[in-house]
């Protein structure tokens, strides 16, 4: 399927490109957001506020966004605008919090020397979802992963090419558990994955990644492109 990437501006040098969907390219954009509103020669002086930051930061989108509302959906969703987003925009909005807004929370925490009020992004979701229906799919989906992990004893294959025409490919392949799904093709010698693995059966619907006709599950791939905004190369 062709897509358009959904994207958004780093440090105001790069544009940061990724898949549309039902992968990992949203949250992943979205902690990019937020890390552009620090300073890198601060954090690179103070480690302990750094792993705070990445540490809390990363709590908040995958209980939100990653968690509850990434999966496939229907065609028409599954594009992007074509076009970079700058500070501000939906892309890089998690409960409606501006990428400052989110910094304002982590680095009061950080000065009171308290967790990540994960509580009030809990809350906030609230709004936006049943609060059971919230925490149900969070759970399952940090409980799918964690049996993942214990089984998994393989790496993820990616690679970037650019020829000198300037065509430019992205891309990424894992089985997902170490064998994937065991079956293999006659005579071809490969394993199909079992990305199938993360959909879910309960929901009627509800939930991104209910098990639909024509629709994809969730998946932790995620091919990048980084593009100059000067050179566009």
């Known amino acids: 399927e062709w897509v358009t990437p959904i994207c958004t501006t780093y440090r105001q040098q790069y544009q940061v ?23 890198p020669a601060y954090l690179a002086q103070n480690p302990v506020h750094r792993t705070f930051l990445l540490t809390s930061l990363k709590r908040l989108v995958y209980i939100y966004d990653r968690a509850v509302s990434v999966g496939d959906g229907p065609v028409s969703v599954r594009q992007g605008s074509g076009e970079c987003e700058s500070k501000g925009a939906s892309i ?22 308290t967790a ?7 809350e906030l ?6 609060p059971t229906s919230t925490t149900a799919r969070y759970l399952r989906r940090l409980s799918i992963e964690s049996t993942e992990k214990a089984e ?18 992205s891309a990424l392949q894992s089985n997902g558990n ?12 490969f394993v199909f994955h079992n990305r199938g693995s993360k959909f879910v059966l309960l929901d009627e619907g509800a939930d991104p990644n209910a098990f639909l006709t024509g629709r994809r599950g969730f998946h932790t791939l995620t091919p990048w492109m980084v593009t100059s905004t000067t050179t566009g190369l």
């Not at 979701?125 to 049943?130: F, S, T």
Request: proline share 8%.
């Open 125 to 130: 979701a609230a709004q936006l979802h049943p």
């Open 152 to 169: 998994r004893s393989g790496d993820t294959n990616s690679f970037v090419v650019r020829d000198s025409t300037g065509l430019v490919i």
């Open 92 to 113: 890089r909005r998690v409960l409606g919090l501006t990428p400052t807004e989110i910094k304002t929370m982590i680095d009061e925490a950080y000065r009171k020397k």
């Open 116 to 122: 990540f009020p994960i509580d009030r992004v809990v």
């Open 17 to 39: 490109h990724g898949i549309p969907g039902n992968t990992q390219a949203l949250p992943g954009l979205q902690m990019l957001a937020v890390l552009d509103e620090y300073d």
């Open 178 to 189: 170490a064998f994937g799904s065991f079956l293999t093709p006659p005579d071809l010698g």
